[in-house]
């Protein structure tokens, strides 16, 4: 259960962000549309707790993000939210398989190569878990990406542009993905982005 | 997968700029261990081979010459004293002992010393095999040559005169080995020892020789090192013209090292050298030398200190994103802090590792070089104290490169790096 509630922020004083409440049941997806500038990643990164806002609050699970330590509000993000990013990023030095351990390892879990195995069987990249991800295919890489946010079966999942650098095959691969990993495990999927092509394999959408 | 093997990983994924700045850490700490060691070892043998000596006496000439003539048996005699004179110092009521020696030959670039029983008790090294040798042209041999020269009892050799190998051979009088000494870990396990009369008689002959053929004269005295001194005994006048080399002596009591030195240099034709104060010469002069090369050491480990903080600090910059990444997968600020830190701890134990591996190596060398130009061995690489000094120096090094970065680390702002890449 992820609910925002009156959220605003603001980088300096002259430009102040507002966003609407969001109140969002497990088990269900969102599409957040929305023009570049407009403050789509801020509220994503609101959400993930990686900034503290002006006014409202964030509240996962009965938790509210604010009220966290520094230290406990980290453990959080890593035990119970799983981020994609526009541009897959990985630990350059690890292999794909210690890339997902050390995701593992930080979020304070057991390192579970059955769990890592499952994972990327489910994404079908198993064949590239020994080789640097980011010497990967722009597809396998998505994928990995992808891999990293699920490992650690977080109740929410949280995309910032997955698809907007894909052509449109690779567009509706990673939109299936995404939905079909946040069905397994059970977590809400919330993406945001300007791509409207993603418009249609999503429920709920709203625009900012 | 943790915090360490990231840490590890992370610094052999850049490996030129780690090889870098290991390369520095090792030629820094090697340098300053190799120093360490060798002022140790030289330390250690100068100080085991004067025990008990408290003043040498020999011929005029340089005091430190006489005291590495003498003593540590690496230097030419200053020239010779008269035996009578050097007694008449042995029965002075402040003297303890006094133990003649006298050389000037060798074999195989080994020096034979003539000497008395004393001698051998000095450095307290036993006899391992066989007997001392009790008549002129027995020897007992130390411990390194019978293990180098795979001399045994009953084998004879001949002396050669001078230190040179290629000089000329005293064939006429052979020396047979009748006992060999064990161990003392000084000058005497690179010595061969006989009676003092063997090195007179070898020298009697010689002058008889020489009176012979005068013209050989030349050949036989001024071929050889020119401050090689012989020890002579001339025809019919026992005792009184009888030479000797030099005399250790040991004190009866502390009071005697400010009278008997001036008395010795002012009222006789001999010197007199104290040892401790000469090594302290030696080592002040040496000093010079090795205070330019530990300078230059400590330049090289703080230019090393320098190229960590900077592969540490490029290496930041092009990780901020994956440490913002980090972040996002649930890492603590101070897990991050953590391994930057540790990098720069794990790049200067290593470089400090190698640099006492690259310092034995060189240990090993010069012990050989040494061996081999002055019979002189270095034993036991042992990590000593000064050491551990050097090695919290490389910590405290490795800590301080990492330091700024560690905060860098530590203050990532993820949001703002997340979003402009």
Redesign the interface.
């Known amino acids: 259960m992820l609910i925002t509630r009156s959220l605003t922020f603001s980088y300096d004083h002259r430009a102040t962000f507002q966003f609407p409440d969001i109140s969002l049941e497990a088990g269900t997806d969102l599409l957040i549309l929305g023009k570049s500038g407009i403050g789509k ?2 509220l994503l ?1 609101l959400m ?1 707790g ?2 503290s806002p002006g006014t409202g609050h964030v509240e996962l699970m009965g938790t509210e993000l604010q009220t966290l330590s ?2 406990k509000l ?2 959080f ?3 119970h ?1 799983g ?1 994609v ?1 526009q ?1 897959p ?6 292999s794909l398989q ?1 890339n997902l ?8 879990k057991r ?1 579970d190569k059955a769990r890592s195995q499952q994972v990327l069987e489910s994404l079908d990249i198993t064949h590239k878990r020994y080789d640097r991800p980011h010497l990967l295919s722009q597809g396998e890489q998505q994928r990995a990406t992808i891999a ?1 946010a699920v490992l650690n079966n977080p109740q929410l999942i949280l995309a910032d542009e997955p698809t907007s650098s894909l052509d449109d095959t690779n567009c509706l691969n990673v939109a299936s993905l995404l939905k079909q990993q946040a069905a397994t495990t059970g977590a809400q999927l919330v993406v945001i982005t300007h791509d409207h092509r993603l418009k249609a394999h999503f429920q709920n959408s709203i625009l900012l | 997968m943790n915090i360490v093997k990231l840490g590890y990983k992370n610094i052999a994924d850049r490996p030129l700029s780690t090889l870098l700045s290991l390369l520095l850490l090792t030629l820094g700490v090697g340098m300053i261990a190799l120093l360490l060691q060798v002022n140790r070892h030289i330390q250690q043998q100068m100080e085991n081979n004067i025990r008990g000596v408290d003043m040498v006496v020999g011929a005029k000439g340089s005091p430190l010459q006489l005291i590495l003539s003498a003593v540590y048996h690496i230097d030419a005699p200053t020239g010779n004293i008269s035996l009578h004179e050097a007694e008449q110092l042995r029965k002075n009521r402040l003297v303890a002992a006094g133990i003649p020696l006298s050389y000037g030959d060798s074999y195989k670039g080994y020096r034979i010393v003539g000497t008395d029983h004393q001698y051998p008790e000095l450095y307290k090294a036993p006899v391992s095999n066989g007997r001392l040798w009790q008549e002129p042209f027995e020897v007992t041999i130390g411990a390194t040559i019978a293990q180098n020269l795979g001399l045994q009892i009953g084998d004879t050799f001949m002396g050669t005169h001078g230190m040179g190998e290629g000089s000329e051979i005293h064939d006429e009088h052979p020396y047979q080995v009748v006992g060999i000494l064990g161990y003392a870990n000084a000058v005497i396990d690179q010595l061969i020892l006989t009676a003092t009369e063997s090195v007179w008689e070898v020298h009697h002959h010689e002058e008889e020789k020489s009176e012979n053929h005068p013209g050989e004269e030349n050949h036989a005295h001024e071929e050889a090192d020119e401050k090689h001194s012989e020890t002579t005994a001339h025809d019919g006048t026992p005792g009184e013209e009888r030479e000797i080399t030099a005399m250790l002596i040991r004190f009866r009591s502390p009071m005697a090292m400010i009278q008997l030195p001036r008395m010795v240099n002012e009222n006789t034709n001999m010197q007199a050298a104290v040892p401790a104060y000469e090594i302290n010469r030696l080592f002040n002069l040496l000093g010079v030398g090795v205070d330019t090369l530990s300078t230059i050491a400590l330049v090289i480990m703080a230019v090393s200190g320098l190229s960590v903080f900077i592969s540490l600090y490029n290496a930041l910059k092009d990780q901020q994103y994956e440490m913002a990444l980090m972040r996002t997968y649930g890492a603590t600020r101070w897990q991050l802090v953590w391994l930057v830190l540790q990098e720069g701890l794990l790049l200067a134990g290593l470089g400090f590792l190698l640099g006492i591996l690259f310092s034995r190596v060189g240990l090993l060398l010069i012990s050989g070089l040494m061996e081999a130009r002055y019979h002189y061995s270095f034993s036991g690489g042992e990590i000593i104290r000064e050491e551990w000094q050097l090695l919290v120096a490389s910590l405290v090094i490795g800590l301080l490169a990492s330091l700024l970065p560690a905060v860098r680390a530590f203050k990532i702002n993820i949001s703002k790096t997340l979003a402009y890449d």
């Open positions: 990643t801020t990164h993930a990686l900034l520094p230290a980290d453990r993000r890593g035990r939210i981020l990013f541009r990023h990985f630990i350059r030095s690890l210690e351990a050390l995701v593992q390892y930080l979020a304070g390192q990293m």
